[in-house]
């Protein structure tokens, strides 16, 4: 594993504390840039995965890439309806205290396998291609914020001072960057798999959890925001390929 990867995991896992201060400190982003920030990254994750990862994945295992996206999806989606029912990427809108300590338990867990599986992604796509895991890198790090921010409004909904908040958002930095450590310690034998499954968890994170936030505000700014997110992957990528960078 590479300095470079370790950097970028650490500032991957950065911008979950980023997220969360802003809820653990007075002032806090506001819902309209919140939803058009989700719908950039929905765009923009949603790029990565359909032109880059899915086809990538295929290249490295072949047929059983399709299972093992499917695989990476529904895990995400059991996560989060099962450990976290009542998790948004949204600002929770509840009053203090009036959500329960095992609500905000439950939407820890799942935002933890998000956060994992976010550090997944960055380190196996760096083991199929540099140029592709810069890419994936960018992708995640659009909603890095708002996953920050989700995990803090839940913890100070549930009447968490803001050592708890910061201690939530705390545990989403560590867990994205052991994603990273951990697929590189695994290597390259099983890159292929680490890097199908990571991939039906960022197109689970883009296409369901992202865009349905987005889609909640009915206006003309938010699928442009989707448009200019996938537009911020076609432009990393040509910058990458005019350098002679392999993606």
Do not use: Q, W
């Not at 499954?197 to 206006?219: I, P, Q």
């Amino acid at each position: 594993m590479t300095p470079l990867v370790l950097a970028l995991g650490l500032a991957a896992a950065l911008g979950d504390l980023l997220g969360g201060a802003i809820v653990a400190i007075p002032r806090s982003i506001g819902d309209r840039t919140l939803k058009l920030l989700m719908a950039l990254g929905a765009g923009n994750l949603l790029g990565v995965a359909l032109i880059e990862l899915i086809p990538e994945s295929i290249a490295l295992i072949g047929d059983a890439a399709p299972i093992a996206i499917l695989g990476g999806y529904l895990l995400i989606h059991f996560f989060e309806h099962v450990f976290a029912p009542h998790l948004h990427f949204g600002e929770e809108t509840h009053g203090v205290t009036v959500i329960d300590a095992h609500v905000s338990s439950t939407a820890i867990l799942g935002l933890t396998l998000h956060a994992f599986m976010d550090g997944v992604a960055i380190s196996s796509a760096f083991l199929a291609s540099p140029g592709l895991g810069v890419i994936v890198f960018a992708a995640i790090m659009l909603h890095k914020l708002p996953e920050g921010f989700t995990v803090a409004s839940v913890m100070k909904a549930s009447g968490s001072g803001r050592r708890g908040t910061m201690g939530a958002a705390g545990i989403l930095a560590v867990a994205t960057f052991a994603g990273v450590v951990a697929t590189g310690l695994v290597g390259d034998s099983l890159a292929g798999y680490s890097l199908a499954v990571a991939t039906g968890s960022v197109l689970y994170v883009g296409a369901t959890d992202l865009m349905s936030e987005a889609n909640k505000e009915f206006n003309i700014l938010n699928p442009v925001m989707v448009l200019v997110g996938i537009a911020m992957f076609f432009a990393l990528l040509g910058v990458a390929r005019l350098a002679g960078v392999e993606v």
